[in-house]
């Protein structure tokens, strides 16, 4: 079940990468920030009171509350290089980002979560990943938008891996819910430094499509299923299955939206593809050998 919910965050993170596109478009980078962090939080504050919850009623470590100020990095990472490179770099590169952070996350066990050491016969699995994320990355692209969409790879691990530890130690509901008002925080503060020239000043106006503000919505969901997800699987296996679900999203609303299909596209998901199914097939066969030996010793 956890494997088919990171697919699904996947799905969610596709959707929600071209609806704060197309927001950043009409307000700005940092604009766009704001209000989508506004969406979210009303969106979570409304489900927090439903649900009678007391967010207040304890506190934690600082850094326990830093997720939500890494999630401004990653969105307007992601904003800053949405219409620079293409929707495959983006894809390619983050994947390269957040695979990294993964790999050292379950290596060491980094930022509190549980350790799930690489193995030997993991290795022809990544090389079939890398070799789909070098052929997404195939082309030209300028440097500073691929350095911050590999920053925010890396920064989703760190911030889904603090928002998990606030969850277990209050509720998915509860850690969601401070993920957006930091979040908030932290994007309003970095619009006042560097927002104030956007778009939204000159001359305000709503767009003619609602669905342009509910990435803030869908991101609550995304947030949400992480925190239920990243305390029971390896975070490398989370990345690669958001991303299998990302990646032929994405492929599936470009044809239903513009009628076009990315082959590169389509090629990089299916290596990626192989490369998580070859993986977890190891994996599967390992765990049964693991268990049949400790049967053995125990008869």
Known sequence: MYYFLSLLIGIFVAVMITVNGGLTSLYGIYSAA?????????????????RREKPFAKRFPWY??????????????????????????ILAVGLFGMSIAGVLTDQFGLFGMKKHPFRAYQIPGILL???GIIWMMNGGFSLWPVLAVFGSGFL?????????RLASETSVFVSTFYNYVCGLATAF??????????????????SPHFWTYLGGAIGVFTVWLSNVVVVK????????LMFVGQVFTGVLMDALIDGAVSTQNIIG???VSLGLALNLLFERRASRRLTAQRNLVEE
């Open 156 to 164: 989703i691990v760190v911030a889904r891996s603090y928002n998990a």
């Open 233 to 240: 699987i390896p975070q490398l296996y989370i990345t690669l």
């Open 189 to 206: 503060l970095v619009f006042l430094f560097f927002g104030l020239e956007e778009p939204i000043w000159m001359e305000f106006r709503l």
């Open 129 to 131: 990943v890398l070799s």
């Open 269 to 271: 998901g299916v290596l």
């Open 34 to 50: 704001v209000i989508i962090h506004i969406v979210g939080l009303i969106l979570i504050g409304t489900i927090i009171l439903f």
């Open 64 to 89: 326990f509350y830093i997720g939500g100020v890494l999630g401004v990095g990653t969105t307007a990472s992601t904003n800053f290089a949405f219409g620079q490179i293409s929707i495959s770099a």
